[in-house]
């Protein structure tokens, strides 16, 4: 204006750009907070300069990263998307308490707050998930018990956490027998069931079933002895129903 009046002559006009980028005001943020074991989320750098405004071009030199907790995974090569945004995939591996991913411009840190990523376990594998019989055992008498465990675990070799999968046990290969009582599911990622020993005979393997379909990982054998005698089942048996005065007769138990 002059003395007021407004100038009408044509005016310029002028452009305000984003400044250079500022690690305090940087955003880094992440797709979602937990990911299963196998899986991937997106991680994403959002740069900006010292008042806020989102840089509208790329050519940064940016990183990702993450530490603490007991969670990890492998993050993978940066993308530039060419208009200040950078991205990558976190990919979860081993399970575990949350991990605090960051990012770097030009090999320096951002300062702005962090997000955190939770590996939670993913599906039950079939090869990962492990049956095993407490203690070991490479027999049981027959009559006594033994304790079959089938402990589930996703492709990456995490212990699910929760139940209700549907599980059974079963024991082939051998000539031993003997039966199984009911599953009982812990909730915890674990479940078990009390074999007792029937017929003595040669070691069978232990494996079971999830979901209806067989379990791929080792199985672990154990056989069925005799166990201590017994007054009724034992039998006496004679060579003879009859024998003449003089003569013998076995008798065998």
Same mark, same amino acid.
């Given at each position: 204006?002059?003395?007021?009046?407004?100038?009408?002559?044509?005016?310029?006009?002028?452009?305000?750009?984003?400044?250079?980028?500022?690690?305090?005001?940087?955003?880094?943020?992440?797709?979602?907070?937990?990911?299963?074991?196998?899986?991937?989320?997106?991680?994403?750098?959002?740069?900006?300069?010292?008042?806020?405004?989102?840089?509208?071009?790329?050519?940064?030199?940016?990183?990702?990263?993450?530490?603490?907790?007991?969670?990890?995974?492998?993050?993978?090569?940066?993308?530039?998307?060419?208009?200040?945004?950078? $991205? %990558?995939?976190?990919? =979860?591996? /081993?399970? *575990?308490?949350?991990? @605090?991913? +960051? #990012?770097?411009?030009?090999? &320096?840190?951002?300062?702005?707050?962090?997000?955190?990523?939770?590996?939670?376990?993913?599906?039950?594998?079939?090869?990962?998930?492990?049956?095993?019989?407490?203690?070991?055992?490479?027999?049981?008498?027959?009559?006594?018990?033994?304790?079959?465990?089938?402990?589930?675990?996703?492709?990456?070799?995490?212990?699910?956490?929760?139940?209700?999968?549907?599980?059974?046990?079963?024991?082939?290969?051998?000539?031993?027998?003997?039966?199984?009582?009911?599953?009982?599911?812990?909730?915890?990622?674990?479940?078990?069931?009390?074999?007792?020993?029937?017929?003595?005979? $040669? %070691?069978?393997?232990? =494996?079971? /079933?999830? *979901?209806?379909?067989? @379990?791929? +990982? #080792?199985?672990?054998?154990? &056989?069925?002895?005799?166990?201590?005698?017994?007054?009724?089942?034992?039998?006496?048996?004679?060579?003879?129903?009859?024998?003449?005065?003089?003569?013998?007769?076995?008798?065998?138990?």
């Amino acid at each position: 204006t002059i003395n007021g009046t407004p100038v009408s002559s044509t005016l310029p006009t002028i452009t305000v750009n984003p400044g250079t980028f500022s690690l305090s005001q940087s955003l880094l943020s992440v797709s979602t907070a937990s990911v299963a074991s196998g899986s991937t989320v997106l991680l994403t750098l959002t740069a900006k300069d010292s008042l806020g405004n989102q840089l509208t071009s790329g050519g940064l030199t940016v990183a990702f990263s993450r530490s603490g907790g007991t969670s990890s995974g492998n993050i993978s090569a940066t993308t530039d998307n060419s208009n200040g945004i950078y $991205t %990558a995939n976190f990919l =979860g591996t /081993t399970s *575990g308490t949350a991990t @605090t991913i +960051s #990012a770097s411009i030009g090999g &320096s840190a951002i300062t702005s707050t962090l997000p955190t990523e939770t590996v939670t376990a993913g599906p039950v594998s079939l090869s990962q998930s492990l049956v095993t019989i407490t203690g070991s055992p490479s027999f049981i008498l027959s009559g006594s018990t033994a304790t079959v465990k089938l402990t589930t675990k996703d492709s990456n070799g995490n212990l699910l956490s929760a139940g209700g999968l549907t599980v059974t046990f079963t024991a082939t290969g051998g000539t031993s027998t003997g039966a199984f009582s009911t599953v009982v599911d812990n909730n915890d990622g674990t479940y078990q069931s009390t074999f007792t020993g029937a017929a003595a005979g $040669t %070691a069978l393997n232990f =494996g079971s /079933t999830i *979901g209806g379909s067989a @379990t791929t +990982s #080792a199985k672990p054998s154990m &056989s069925v002895v005799p166990g201590a005698y017994s007054l009724s089942q034992s039998l006496v048996t004679l060579s003879g129903a009859s024998v003449l005065s003089g003569n013998t007769v076995n008798a065998t138990v």
